[in-house]
């Protein structure tokens, strides 16, 4: 039976109230909150977040393929998919791909990785999917949206639900777009593109898969639609004869708003977090077309619950004090320059990637000592290449000393340094923390690790590590 | 192993104004630095037989020896360039010594500088290191920071404690600094000044953190047992220690950060050739890398001058005041004279050798005889202890 194993969810802990944004422009908020990445996020980061979220707990070296789905990767040419596997620590022998240009990307990604599996290609899969989409400023777009990011690992065993139909249709329609020039979303008459596009599209996926299945509105515990806003889902689905009091997943778009190509997946997962043994699930995204599956959750369900999900991400939250800091994060506005630049260098990155991506560490054979980033000699008794590599990343450490530096730049000053240690050894973790109220550090605060944008010198994304307050 | 003590005499010094020299390039500082200690030697330029430079930077004027034998048109002789993080000064009067002391060179002169000021930034300049990534956003501040977080949360002293004791500190440099005609800084603040003065990297505040100032010193040095000849009262000297740990400390496992290793084994060494076998009874007065207060606490006890974890008690005390037990940084320290970095350890032993020939003016120490100067760099990675005396004993 080919299914779901797993899945880990993440939305950034940034949420800015859609008044603030209103209030910035003189337009009417349309209520609730929107997550937003923070400055040191992207779409990667994010997908690495719900990858790790996902993977724990499971075997890693099982995976046998890592997708990334995205309209906004931050490259154009190269693959994220490589990155995240890396950082995830997952074999070199896999299939990795990249799924793009479309808000349905996320649901490909789980249609090929499917696919794969059931060709008996491959046992398990991770599809990862994230965005983080900018709305023009001033536009519902930019109240609308949202930042998330999902991850779901696909495999022929022990799975907590089984896709039991696919179904898809296509249709080309210039409804909602970015093209290679755009930074911000645009979109043509909006009842042109609920009417043509969206509503258009989901009903004849949703009509063929049931006609298909012989399945009935009633068969289903849940339904999972994509919804570009907090009310056209309501009545898609009442005009398909779903009950939208009791079977229509809850969209999240008064809490956390529109995750894009994030956000079919982000849902299934929220539902996922409520099924019981037996219930099935309907889940539809949209993008010039659509993609529908049928999904039936089994008796395993439970030992998925302890998960990192969505409704745990949800509920993790800080307040964004300004509209400013929203356009400092996604570069909007030009702060001062930096003074003094880090070196790039993609040959010192790329071959110091089991340390700077997988998080590895040194362990030595003689005398136990743990040390970051990986030593050939050891600190404590100067042996020579006798270490094994252990991983960091996944393991908690406490604040052994900090300081709020007001001098160091940065988007978001003060900047927050420690020195963690970790739990695994003791070893020592020079890091930023972020996430975090800076009045809230303190020595011996527990931290865990998270996967950051550092900088974009010499043209390329230098991603590293850093701490935050574990949650 | 042999030891360095009596071997090599200090003949001639020079230390230019140090400050926001901005209407005077390295090359002005350099040549007025080193014409005040051929005069304070007797000697012409021509008698020198080798030169060691240090400094950190300087890339905008090239690298080498050139930056020295330019300015000096001191052509024709051996010149090497040395960089030892904020040990670089030291580093090369230490080196100037060896080659004299194993009788190769008669005169040397180590020359020290560093122009900070012409880079538009404040500071020593943010994240900069050997990895694309893995200093991202350290300072200098926050490295010392890291320091004054421990230090305050392993002693148990409360913030405030904690502010106050390393404020004492600066208002008792700037008190030294404000009676010195060429440090940085020559004014005094008040304990209530340094301590609500505006947060550099939390929990050192603006009086916590050194100057960054443009300067240079020389020192010009023969053997011992020629030294008479030069002067009467040239100074001799008794030891040299130099110490590193690790590049980033930051991730050294087990580095406790409440003091600094690297002085500790720099200073036995020094106090080992020199015989001191109680630094704080046998020195009469140190000028020490006070690149913050909180530097300057800890130094008090890895010198040996305050046991472990009691140095509050020793500020408090005034015993590292002027007048006091052990006077310490009697020129202000970097805190007030300033660190440009590659002149601060040849700037650290100008103020013990006009202390110990009895020309401290306003800030002369009583019976000096024998003086520590010390300097620590890097994120703190190494550190150089000298020792000097007037007796060759």
Not at chain 1, 380 to 399: A, N, P, W
Not at chain 2, 47 to 68: E, F, R, S, Y
């Amino acid at each position: 039976m080919v299914g779901i194993k797993s899945y880990g969810a993440y939305i950034p802990i940034s949420r800015m109230n859609r008044d603030i944004i209103g209030n910035a422009w003189g337009t009417r908020p349309i209520g609730g909150e929107r997550s937003v990445a923070n400055y040191d996020e992207d779409s990667l980061s994010m997908a690495v977040e719900a990858a790790l979220n996902c993977l724990d707990g499971e075997d890693r070296q099982g995976v046998e393929g890592l997708f990334f789905a995205s309209t906004t990767s931050p490259y154009k040419e190269k693959a994220c998919s490589s990155i995240v596997a890396t950082v995830a620590d997952l074999s070199k022998n896999i299939w990795t791909s990249d799924f793009a240009n479309s808000l349905r990307a996320g649901t490909s990604a789980m249609r090929t990785a499917l696919n794969t599996i059931k060709s008996g290609e491959a046992k398990s899969i991770m599809v990862t999917a994230a965005d983080c989409r900018l709305g023009t400023p001033r536009s519902v777009d930019e109240q609308t949206f949202g930042d998330g990011a999902a991850a779901l690992l696909l495999g022929d065993s022990d799975v907590i639900a089984t896709i039991e139909d696919v179904y898809s249709v296509s249709d080309d329609i210039t409804d909602v777009w970015r093209t290679d020039q755009d930074t911000f979303v645009r979109s043509w008459e909006d009842r042109w593109v609920l009417v043509n596009g969206y509503t258009k599209n989901m009903k004849a996926a949703i009509s063929g898969i049931m006609k298909k299945s012989g399945l009935t509105p009633k068969d289903f515990a849940k339904v999972v639609l994509y919804s570009p806003d907090a009310r056209s889902h309501m009545d898609l689905a009442k005009s398909l004869g779903f009950d939208p009091k009791t079977q229509l997943q809850d969209p999240l778009i008064t809490t956390v708003g529109n995750l894009g190509t994030a956000q079919p997946l982000v849902l299934l997962i929220s539902a996922l977090e409520e099924a019981k043994a037996g219930d099935k699930i309907l889940l539809a995204s949209y993008g010039d077309g659509s993609d529908v599956f049928i999904i039936r959750v089994t008796d395993a369900i439970e030992k998925a619950k302890n998960k990192r999900g969505v409704k745990r991400g949800v509920g993790l939250k800080m307040m964004l004090p300004s509209y400013q800091k929203y356009l400092a994060y996604r570069q909007l506005v030009s702060l001062p320059e930096e003074f003094i630049k880090l070196f790039p260098s993609a040959s010192v990155m790329w071959r110091t990637q089991k340390w700077v991506l997988s998080c590895h560490g040194s362990k030595c054979k003689h005398c136990g000592l743990v040390s970051f980033p990986i030593q050939r000699v050891c600190f404590g008794c100067h042996s020579k290449d006798e270490f094994e590599e252990v991983r960091l990343s996944d393991k908690k450490g406490k604040v052994f000393t900090y300081s709020l530096d007001n001098l160091a730049g940065g988007v978001d000053p003060p900047t927050v340094q420690t020195i963690v240690e970790s739990e695994e050894g003791g070893a020592r973790i020079y890091c930023l923390m972020t996430d975090c109220n800076p009045k809230e550090v303190k020595v011996g605060l527990p931290v865990e690790m998270t996967f950051r944008r550092f900088h974009r010198e010499g043209g390329f994304y230098n991603y590293f590590w850093k701490c935050r307050p574990a949650r | 192993m042999e030891s360095i003590k009596d071997k090599i005499a200090i003949i001639g010094m020079g230390c230019c104004k140090f400050g926001e020299n901005w209407n005077k390039g390295p090359e002005d500082m350099i040549i007025e630095a080193a014409y005040e200690a051929y005069e304070d030697a007797g000697i012409d330029p021509k008698d020198i037989q080798a030169a060691w430079l240090g400094t950190v930077g300087a890339h905008w004027i090239g690298m080498g020896g050139l930056a020295l034998a330019e300015p000096l048109k001191l052509q024709g002789i051996p010149i090497t360039r040395v960089e030892n993080w904020c040990a670089t000064g030291h580093e090369a009067l230490r080196n100037a010594s060896f080659a004299v002391a194993c009788g190769m060179y008669d005169i040397a002169i180590a020359v020290g500088f560093e122009k900070l000021k012409d880079t538009g930034f404040p500071g020593l300049g943010v994240g900069r290191g050997m990895h694309p990534v893995m200093e991202m956003r350290r300072t200098a501040p926050s490295s010392f920071a890291f320091i004054a977080t421990r230090y305050f949360h392993t002693y148990g002293l409360s913030l405030e404690e904690g502010k106050e004791t390393i404020a004492k500190i600066a208002v008792k440099n700037h008190k030294n600094g404000s009676m010195h005609p060429k440090a940085h800084f020559q004014r005094e603040i008040t304990l209530e000044q340094a301590v609500k003065a505006p947060i550099i990297a939390s929990p050192l505040g603006l009086f916590d953190c050194c100057g960054n100032s443009d300067g240079a010193a020389v020192a010009i040095i023969t053997r011992a047992d020629l030294a008479k000849k030069f002067r009467d009262d040239p100074i001799y000297i008794k030891g040299i220690g130099l110490s590193q740990n690790s590049m980033m400390p930051h991730f050294q496992p087990g580095f406790d950060w409440t003091g600094f290793e690297v002085t500790q084994t720099a200073a036995k060494q020094a106090y080992d050739q020199a015989g001191i076998k109680n630094p704080r009874k046998e020195i009469d007065l140190a000028v020490v890398h006070d690149c913050f207060t909180i530097t300057e606490l800890i130094i008090y006890e890895d010198l040996g001058f305050s046991p472990k974890g009691k140095a509050k008690e020793d500020v408090d005390a005034g015993t590292f005041a002027l007048d006091g037990e052990l006077p310490v940084n009697t020129d202000g320290g970097l805190k007030c004279f300033g660190h440009p970095v590659g002149a601060s350890g040849l700037r650290m032993s100008y103020e013990i050798y006009k202390q110990l020939q009895g020309k401290g003016d306003k800030r002369q120490v009583k019976n000096a005889e024998i003086g520590l100067a010390h300097t620590l760099g890097g994120h703190p990675s190494v550190s150089c202890v000298m020792l000097y005396g007037n007796d060759r004993g």
